[in-house]
C-alpha cells in the first residue's frame, strides 16, 4: 500500500514571528535536506510542535534511539510559527472533557494540561530558550452582549470541582485589562501563558539535533510506503523506519482515513507596527492573551516589542481536505481581521498594519485532538485535531505518540485520547457547502451582535448548526 501525501506550499512570505526568528538565528537557512535511503527507529514526518516534542520525548524515554525528523520546509514555518502563541490549559473545556471521558479521566486531562504549560516555561528556562514565554494568563471576553456570560457554565463546572483557576472581573476591571471598552465582561484564567510561537519551535529544534534527533529540512515527504518497515520517501531520499508518526497539522485531512475527522479551517491575523507608549496609553500592559466568546473567535494579544498581534478564527475552510492558496493568502481575509482589530482598538486606528498572516487550523468536529495508528498500516501512527489551540496540547500529544510508537503500555499511550478520532464530520460536498452555509450565518448573526441588533430567526437556525466552539 501506498499513500500519496498533499504538497506543503508555504506562505508568500514570512509570519511576523518567523521574522523575528530569522533575525535571532540568520543561518536557519542553511540546511541539509534528506538524500539517499537510511535507517532509522522513529522517522517523525513534520517540524512543528507536535513532531519536534515527539522525538524529544522519544529521546527522552530512549536515549540511544536513532530519531530522524523530515520537515517539508523549515521547522516552524508551518503553523506552529504561524499561531497566536496562546499557551492555553484545558480548564476552558472541562465540561467538554468530562462529558467525553467521564469525570476521572476529563480532570485528569485538565491537570495534565495546566501542568504542561508549566513544563513549556520550566523547559525554556532550562534549556536557554529565549521564547518570549510569559505565565500572565488568559481573559475570556464579552465583546458584545449576548456574549456576556457564556463562561459561567464552565466557571461553575471548575467552582464545583474545587478547582480555583477563574476568577470573575468587574466590567471596569475587564476594560482596565484589556485596554478597551469593547470588552464588556469577563473573566481571567490563571494557569495560561503566552510565547512568540517560532522562537518556540526553533529553540526545540536546536534541542533536538543536540539531543541526537537527525533533523532534515526542506524535505516535504511525497510518498509513504506500507510494510513491516515503512518507507518515508522524498524527492531525494528516503526513510525506512519500524514506526512512522505523521504530524502534519492539517495536512493530514487529505488522508482518506483522517479525512472526515479533520477539517482544514483558516486562522488569519494582522500585526500593526510597534507602538508600546499607545498600550501604555491604554492600559494594556499585564501581557494577557484575549479571546472574546463569539464563535468566529476574535483572538489577541501584545508582544515583546509593543505590537498587536490579532486573530480571527473560522473564515474559510476547505473542500476534500485539500490545504488550498485560498487557506494560506492573507490578502482578502486580512483587510477583514484588520477591520475587526480597528473595531475593538479604534484609538490605534492611525498605527499602520505592517504584517498579515493566516495559516490552516487542524479542527476536529469536537475542538480536541486525538491521536492514534492507521487501521491498514499500523506501523504508522498520528496527531491531529488540535484546532487552532495546539502550543500545550502538542507536549501532551508528543508525550502519548512517543509512548505508542515505542509500544508501551503505559499511562500515555492508554489514554483514551490515543484512540483514533471520536466523531466526524458529513462527507464532501456536504460538508463543504453547508460548511459555507453555516459559516456565512455565523458571520452575519455575529456581525448584527456587534451592532446591537438580532439576526432573523432564519439566521440564527442555520448557525445554530455550527459545532460547539466552532473557533
Given at each position: 500500500m501506498m499513500t500519496t501525501l498533499q504538497p506543503v506550499a508555504g506562505p508568500k512570505r514570512p509570519s511576523l514571528w518567523m521574522e523575528e526568528a530569522w533575525q535571532a538565528e540568520p543561518g536557519m537557512g542553511d540546511v541539509e535536506p534528506l538524500a539517499g535511503?537510511?535507517?532509522?527507529?522513529?522517522?517523525?514526518?513534520g517540524g512543528g510542535y507536535t513532531g519536534l516534542w515527539t522525538a524529544l520525548w522519544l529521546k527522552a524515554l530512549e536515549p540511544s534511539l536513532d530519531v530522524v525528523l523530515l520537515e517539508a520546509g523549515l521547522c516552524g514555518s508551518g503553523a506552529s510559527g504561524r499561531n497566536g502563541g496562546f499557551a492555553l490549559s484545558w480548564w476552558?473545556?472541562?465540561p467538554t472533557l468530562v462529558a467525553l471521558y467521564g469525570e476521572s479521566e476529563g480532570l485528569r486531562l485538565a491537570r495534565e494540561a495546566e501542568a504542561a504549560v508549566a513544563e513549556i516555561g520550566a523547559f525554556c528556562c532550562g534549556e536557554g530558550i529565549d521564547a518570549h514565554f510569559r505565565e500572565a494568563g488568559w481573559l475570556w471576553t464579552a465583546t458584545s452582549p449576548v456574549q456576556i456570560g457564556v463562561w459561567e457554565a464552565t466557571v461553575r463546572a471548575c467552582e464545583a470541582r474545587g478547582i480555583d483557576v477563574f476568577e470573575r472581573l468587574t466590567p471596569e476591571e475587564v476594560v482596565a485589562r484589556t485596554g478597551s471598552p469593547m470588552h464588556l465582561a469577563g473573566v481571567w484564567e490563571r494557569s495560561a501563558a503566552m510565547v512568540q510561537p517560532a522562537l518556540l519551535a526553533r529553540g526545540l529544534r536546536r534541542v533536538a539535533a543536540a539531543r541526537g534527533v537527525r533533523v532534515h529540512e526542506r524535505s516535504p515527504v511525497r510518498r509513504l510506503e506500507a510494510g513491516p518497515m515503512p518507507v518515508v520517501r522524498t524527492a531525494d531520499g528516503a526513510v525506512r523506519a519500524e514506526q512512522v508518526v505523521l504530524a502534519i497539522n492539517a495536512w493530514a485531512a487529505a488522508l482518506p482515513e483522517l479525512r472526515r475527522a479533520i477539517l482544514p479551517m483558516a486562522s488569519d491575523m494582522v500585526a500593526p507596527a510597534p507602538a508600546p507608549e499607545r498600550l501604555a496609553e491604554i492600559g494594556w500592559a499585564g501581557g494577557e492573551s484575549i479571546s472574546d466568546a463569539r464563535m468566529m473567535v476574535n483572538y489577541n494579544r501584545t508582544t515583546r516589542d509593543g505590537r498587536i498581534?490579532?486573530?480571527?478564527?473560522?473564515?474559510?475552510h476547505s473542500y476534500l481536505g485539500r490545504v488550498t492558496p485560498a487557506l494560506e493568502s492573507a490578502d482578502r481575509r486580512g483587510t477583514k481581521t484588520a477591520r475587526a482589530l480597528r473595531r475593538i482598538y479604534p484609538m490605534l486606528h492611525d498605527v499602520p498594519i505592517t504584517h498579515r498572516r493566516t495559516g490552516a487550523v487542524d479542527r476536529s468536529e469536537d475542538n480536541l485532538p486525538f491521536f492514534g495508528r492507521f487501521r491498514?498500516?499500523?506501523k504508522v501512527l498520528y496527531g491531529v485535531g488540535y484546532s487552532g489551540n495546539g502550543v500545550e496540547p502538542t507536549l501532551v500529544g508528543a508525550k502519548v505518540l512517543a509512548s505508542a510508537a515505542l509500544e508501551r503500555r503505559d499511562e500515555w499511550a492508554e489514554r483514551p485520547l490515543n484512540r483514533g478520532p471520536r466523531s466526524s464530520f458529513p462527507p464532501d460536498p456536504a460538508r463543504f457547502f453547508g460548511g459555507v452555509l453555516v459559516r456565512e450565518a455565523l458571520r452575519r448573526k455575529e456581525s448584527m451582535e456587534d451592532a446591537?441588533?438580532?439576526?432573523?430567526?432564519?439566521?440564527?437556525?442555520v448557525a445554530g448548526l455550527a459545532p460547539s466552539g466552532m473557533h
Open positions: 535511503e537510511q535507517r532509522a527507529d522513529v522517522c517523525v514526518v476552558a473545556k472541562l498581534a490579532f486573530g480571527r478564527g473560522g473564515e474559510a491498514e498500516n499500523p446591537g441588533r438580532t439576526s432573523g430567526s432564519l439566521v440564527q437556525a
